[in-house]
């Protein structure tokens, strides 16, 4: 009964993953894809590591894509969960409405986020830079999304505004199961709203943090959308990362044997926080639902 | 997805008691956290809305704040050059897609839920793995796979595809939602000695159905605006789904806004209207995933 699951997983994931592994020690082409390519043993990795160009593109999945959006999602996730948890929203009645447009973002597809961001960010007339000269901040338009000054930034806006109410709302829950009586007993003691929050709030929020954490730099470093669609790596190929340097290596430059082998870096990269994660967060988890 | 970020996805919308933290009536705060979540809203809402607003709005306005000149030309333009055909390519490949990974996925959940068998912990971590396996890495050998075997620029390379990556999570959440449904129901009718098929049909099902229908429709959800694969596997332009087809309006030359948004607010139109009545009873798990591509 398990079998009809575990043809697809085995033929989706297994059997690709081995065959991705052989072809990353090959020269396969993707122009000679039915002669099938020469074993070449370890080329294809001394190319990369010795390959300057790879270490930029490594930089920029792991700083850019992946630790500024994270920290980003994760410092404002939570000032964001702060503020509609507070006591004045809930006065004005605002807090419902508040969580209701958190939703738009997030239900808006990645691919269409990145096309109206392209809009807004449009380096002529896009509205950002209308706004922008309309406020007297600049005196010509910015292309933001091909200067490379202000290029990672851009793409990191909209990863931003398309995930943010994730992390938002499941911040946000955390706060509520606080309980009342701690927050109250530390004000009792006299601690202010800033050392409530640093010994209360976020001591107890911090399981919630760290899985979060872990989750969004999973779901971040792999992405291929958001750089493919925004930038096309460019320009040239100053935003490009791991995931488009797989695909462009593959299916533009032809070159399938060298693609595989950045894909087996990434792999190996995936598996050791895919063991941390299911160490600490999913064998947990096991316990109690199965 | 951790318990914890699951249960905390999961009570925003249930626990609406105020905390009676602190209430101190400072007007400069009181202005400053007003004025801040009037930033927030123009940030997270605004982008959002200029995708129907500008959908409605002639190439010449487009760029305008004031100017508004009310057309359906964007629409016709969109449906003209073949954006139907990508809907239905879409429709196809993901409601198709979606019975089977849903029907697989319910037969394996009970199989999980109710059996006791060696290495379960294993298989089960196994599938849930999949929820965090890096799609790109999956790219070239499948396409080098698809191109042996005759499955590239087809629906059925697709609908594989699109059953794989809607399995793990599926599997994961129907767990979830069995568990929530008592052993005794269908220990009786083991008793009884029903076969496990009518267990799962007559008993199981029924009872799961609002599981399901919420776990069927976040699979849904995941195959419409899914990019990726379609972009490798899909070259001919009859076959194309509607994320590609939504790319394609960005041209070499110039960029044609009014179609672009048009097709954005095609593409946008029925997530919205299956996200938000799916998010207002979110339960466990249902958030991960739900940012890749």
Redesign the interface.
Known sequence: ??A??FF??A???G???L??LY?SFTD?SLLG?KRGGEFIGLRNYVELLSSRDFYRVFWNTLFWLTAVSVVLRLVLGLA?AL?LN?????R?R?A?V??L?????????????V???R??L?GR???VN?ALQGLGLIDRPIAFLANVDVVWPSIVTIIV???L??VT??????L??VP?EL??AA?MDGAG?VQRFFHVTLPHLM??VV??AL?LV?????????VW?ATGAGPGLFTNV??TE??IK??IDFE?GY??SV??V??AL?AVL?LV??RF??????R??? | MSRDANQAVATPEGNPDPQPVSIRRNPLTTAVILAATFVVWTFLVFPAVWIFVGSFKTNETMFSATAFTFTLENYATIFRVGFGRFIFNSLFICLVAVVISTFVSVIASYVFSRKRFRRKRLLFGAVILGQLFPWIILVTPLFIMFARIGLLNSHAGMIFSYVAISIPFSVYLLVGYLETVPRELDEAAVMDGCSQFRIIWTIIFPVMLPGIVATATYAFLLMWTEFLFALAFLTRTSLKTMPLGLAQFFGEQSIDWGAIMAASAVTTLPALVLFLPLQTKLSAGLTAGSVKG
């Not at chain 1, 709302?169 to 955390?174: S, Y």
């Not at chain 1, 967060?281 to 096991?286: D, I, N, T």
């Open positions: 009964m398990l009809p699951i697809f997983l033929f989706f994931y059997y690709p993953t065959s991705n072809n396969l894809l964001l503020l507070s006591m004045t929203l809930r004005w605002l419902t508040s969580r447009l958190l939703l738009v973002p997030w239900a808006t597809p990645p691919i269409v986020a096309v109206v961001w809009w807004l449009d007339q896009g509205f209308g505004w398309n995930t109410p994730l709302l499941t911040f946000l829950a955390g509520q199961s009342p927050e109250e004000e709203a399981p919630t899985v979060m989750l999973f779901w971040t470093f792999n992405n291929f959308v958001y669609l791991l995931a797989i695909y593959g299916f399938l693609s595989s894909g087996m990434m792999a995936m895919g994660y299911f967060v999913a064998l947990r988890e096991f109690e639902i199965l």
